[in-house]
């Protein structure tokens, strides 16, 4: 694709996987989605019930996918001797400090007064994410987002904030998979302000659980030798379109595809950067080497674990509303076995696929307003890993 073509290629798909499930709900010719427009989102009455058959198939989806994280070498990978874990290095100044907001905020989350407990979503979370860099750093010796790129870690909260706004946009088009039921704790306008400075630190912490994965070369390599997979412009093209089409059904159709809002856009933005010739998690499966998009999808996944049990914890300890943020879950076919109360067992498992969304997200904005999408993996790349493992990754980030 030429040069002068690549930035507005990407900003249109952006554009139109935004406007695509709006084109589906009125091509079904029943207006606008029930409770379209009230933010933040309200539960929807009407979901389906449970229905064995689509649980049958989450389930057989979901076994896969953990066969294929957990024994590899079912699906072509050869084993690697990882690299020797360097001797972990002192804690930064900015550690400490992220440990005693965390705790302080979780227990006042929890355990402190309604009024209290309203306004700690996100110190909370910056707090943790400021100790997960600091963890970062003492594993790699320095390397790590806010040691070497503070820049970045603004951008990306501001692209957070942007990013989850339209995934609340597009759970419209769902009718409202995931709702907050506590939203009257504030103003309209207070929700506006409070709720976009929460959304900063989705971003964030997904990059920051995967720089410390990225960390243990043991795990690091674990998916580095495997099947080689170069998509065909073809395959590429038709991926794209695949995304268009489950976008615009989602619209149509929004209980039976509630799962496109994770796949569409994935597979739309995944398609639209290869095509322009941009890198992206998925350019080293070419070599083998299936580790990025793995580790960020596992890195979403631990991480999910923690957004759920904060929030479960937010209001089970409790007998009035106190948080703001806090969510439920409204799923069609397979709400059942709920971990930490409200979300289903199955529903951990799309936390690896909106991880690597988060990424792709990310490096879509990042070229469409000409910035360095470099996030800092190729720091504790080099600091934790072989001389041939870094100058192998090295070449791979400069494709």
């Known amino acids: 694709m030429p040069t002068a073509l690549r930035r507005p290629f990407l900003l249109a798909c952006l554009i139109i996987s935004a406007f695509l499930p709006l084109l589906g709900t009125l091509f079904r010719g029943h207006g606008l989605p029930e409770g379209y427009g009230l933010f933040p989102p309200q539960q929807v009455p009407g979901t389906p019930g449970f229905n064995e058959w689509y649980f049958a198939a989450g389930c057989g989806l979901v076994v896969g996918i953990s066969l294929f994280l957990?024994?590899?070498r079912l699906f072509?990978?050869?084993?690697?001797?990882p690299a020797p874990q360097p001797k972990p290095g002192p804690f930064p100044y900015w550690f400490a400090p992220g440990v005693v907001v965390m705790l302080v905020s979780w227990g006042l989350m929890w355990f402190g007064s309604p009024m209290a407990a309203r306004f700690t979503f996100v110190p909370l979370w910056w707090g943790f994410i400021f100790a997960l860099d600091g963890w970062v750093y003492s594993r790699t010796n320095g390397a790590s987002i806010v040691a070497g790129r503070k820049h970045e870690m603004l951008i990306l909260a501001v692209v957070s904030a942007v990013g989850w706004h339209l995934f609340e946009?597009?759970?419209y088009f769902v009718l409202s998979n995931w709702y907050y039921p506590y939203s009257d704790l504030l103003t309209p306008f207070g929700n506006l302000v409070w709720y976009t400075l929460s959304y900063t630190t989705v971003w964030p912490v997904c990059f920051v659980w995967y720089l410390l994965l990225a960390s243990f070369p043991a795990l690091r390599q674990r998916w580095t030798?495997?099947?080689?997979f170069a998509p065909s412009k073809s395959l590429l093209v038709a991926t794209l379109l695949g995304g268009?089409?489950?976008?615009?059904?989602l619209g149509v159709f929004p209980s039976p595809l509630f799962w496109a809002l994770w796949v569409g856009p994935l597979a739309i933005l995944g398609a639209a950067l290869h095509l322009a010739g941009y890198w992206t998690p998925f350019a080293p499966a070419a070599e083998g080497d299936w580790s990025r998009f793995l580790l960020m999808?596992?890195?979403t996944f631990c991480n999910g674990f923690?957004?759920?049990l904060w929030n479960f914890g937010s209001q089970a300890f409790r007998n009035v509303p106190a948080n703001p943020n806090y969510w439920m879950y409204d799923v069609p076919?397979?709400?059942v076995i709920h971990v930490f109360s409200e979300m289903p067992l199955l529903g951990y498992f799309g936390y690896l696929f909106f991880g690597v969304l988060v990424w792709l997200f990310w490096l879509a904005v990042a070229h469409v307003i000409d910035i360095d999408p470099d996030f800092a993996h190729q720091d504790v790349v080099v600091a934790c890993s072989s001389p041939a493992e870094s100058e192998r990754n090295a070449v791979a980030s400069a494709q």
Do not use: D, Q, S, T
Not at 76 to 81: A, D
Not at 244 to 249: D, G, H, I, K, Q
């Open 297 to 299: 999808a596992l890195a």
């Open 333 to 335: 076919y397979m709400n």
């Open 70 to 72: 957990v024994i590899p």
């Open 225 to 228: 030798n495997g099947p080689r």
């Open 169 to 171: 946009y597009l759970n």
């Open 244 to 249: 268009f089409v489950l976008l615009f059904l």
């Open 306 to 308: 923690v957004w759920e």
């Open 76 to 81: 072509g990978f050869k084993p690697v001797e």
